[in-house]
């Protein structure tokens, strides 16, 4: 399968702790998105790379959390000091260059975190 | 700035019946728009896109839409509604310069037997 996958799945951790999510794009996918989609919400972004280089962040993303793209290749989305607001569905998608209004984005199965 | 906004939160039908999901922008400019479908347990998938070409749209399923600038409406349709339709219906529009998504709130279509 090529598609996006995201790991872990699932994420119960305590307030506090810090987690890590990954993300791996379609391999010839420039841009990886980053989204976060709370119970009954539609997704709201919070990153985006091009490459290695992040080149958006929303006003969502505390300091608290830090993504990367090294070598431009797979994600990690972090999240230090966890809350219990930060309980969400962290979901990524990758899509190409090419157009970035009208490109298709596919979407990973998401990582369900549940902070208690 | 863009922004999408889904007018019904819930559509119930029954099998066989059209479908009707309700969705308006607001863009600066000339809007990509997508429909994306969420079903449960799985992740969000593109119905279909619209990106200046044709203003009537087909995507996959059977759904189609149409983009109506003077109303600015993206409305989604289907004729016959199927019990595998049932999911969660997303109206997006992208930013044309970072191609990040703004999602609407979402259309839960129940569909009863």
């Known amino acids: 399968d090529t598609g996006v996958s995201q790991d872990p799945r699932h994420k119960i951790t305590k307030r506090g702790q810090n987690v890590t999510f990954r993300c791996d794009p379609i391999?010839?996918?420039?841009?990886l998105y980053w989204y976060r989609q709370t119970l009954g919400q539609g997704p709201e972004f919070l990153t985006y790379f091009q490459n290695e280089a992040q080149l958006e962040k929303s006003r969502l993303l505390s300091d608290r959390f830090s993504a990367e793209r090294p070598k431009g290749s797979f994600s990690t989305l972090e999240i230090q000091r966890t809350e219990q607001g930060d309980s969400a569905m962290y979901l990524c998608?990758?899509?190409?260059?090419?157009?970035?209004?009208?490109?298709?984005?596919?979407f990973g199965p998401g990582t369900r975190l549940t902070v208690l | 700035a863009q922004s999408v906004t889904q007018l019904d939160s819930h559509v119930s039908v029954s099998e066989g019946t059209p479908v009707l999901l309700r969705c308006n922008y607001s863009?600066?400019?000339?809007?990509?728009l997508f429909w994306y479908v969420q079903h449960p347990n799985k992740g969000l998938q593109l119905l279909l896109k619209y990106t200046s070409a044709a203003t009537l749209v087909k995507g996959i399923n059977g759904f189609e839409a149409e983009f109506k600038k003077s109303e600015t409406s993206f409305h989604l349709t289907k004729p016959s509604a199927h019990m595998s339709d049932a999911a969660e219906y997303f109206c997006?529009?992208?930013?044309?310069?970072?191609?990040?998504?703004?999602f609407g709130q979402g259309t839960t279509l129940q569909v009863k037997p």
């Open positions: 391999s010839e996918h420039n841009r």
């Open positions: 863009s600066s400019y000339s809007p990509s």
């Open positions: 998608a990758s899509s190409r260059i090419r157009d970035p209004a009208s490109n298709e984005q596919f």
């Open positions: 997006v529009v992208s930013d044309p310069n970072t191609g990040k998504l703004i």
